[in-house]
């Protein structure tokens, strides 16, 4: 599967932007999708991801309760609202796509796709 990340952008402090990734082909229903960060200088980070059916959701603790994931399977879509922005939340954004890696596994490595990044600089 291909995968082509949009929506990234700046915004202050408390603001928020959507992110989408949309993918090609005709077996998205069967891939586990995953949002990853990367902050100059840091490691590559699980932001949040979703099953395939969207039923289950997993957040790392820096974004519960002002991230959301969702998919919209009809549209091969995945998207992040992110809410309550703040500055260190500034990173490229990747989403990725797995049909073997469980929902929340933290490990790039268990990933097949890669969506290009999107940049999310949020000011202060």
């Known amino acids: 599967v291909q995968l082509q990340a949009s929506g990234g952008g700046l915004a202050q402090d408390g603001g928020s932007l959507r992110l989408s990734c949309a993918a090609s082909?005709?077996?998205?229903?069967?891939?586990?999708i995953a949002w990853f960060r990367q902050a100059p200088g840091k490691e590559r980070e699980l932001v949040a991801a979703?099953?395939?059916?969207?039923?289950?959701?997993y957040y790392t603790d820096s974004v519960k309760g002002r991230f959301t994931i969702s998919r919209d399977n009809a549209r091969n879509t995945v998207y992040l609202q992110m809410n309550s922005l703040k500055p260190d939340d500034t990173a490229v954004y990747y989403c990725?796509?797995?049909?073997?890696?469980?929902?929340?596994?933290?490990?790039?490595?268990?990933?097949?796709?890669w969506g290009q990044g999107s940049q999310v600089t949020v000011s202060s």
């Open positions: 990725a796509a797995s049909t073997t890696a469980l929902v929340g596994s933290p490990d790039p490595m268990h990933y097949d796709s």
């Open positions: 082909g005709r077996t998205f229903s069967t891939y586990t």
């Open positions: 979703i099953s395939r059916s969207g039923v289950r959701t």
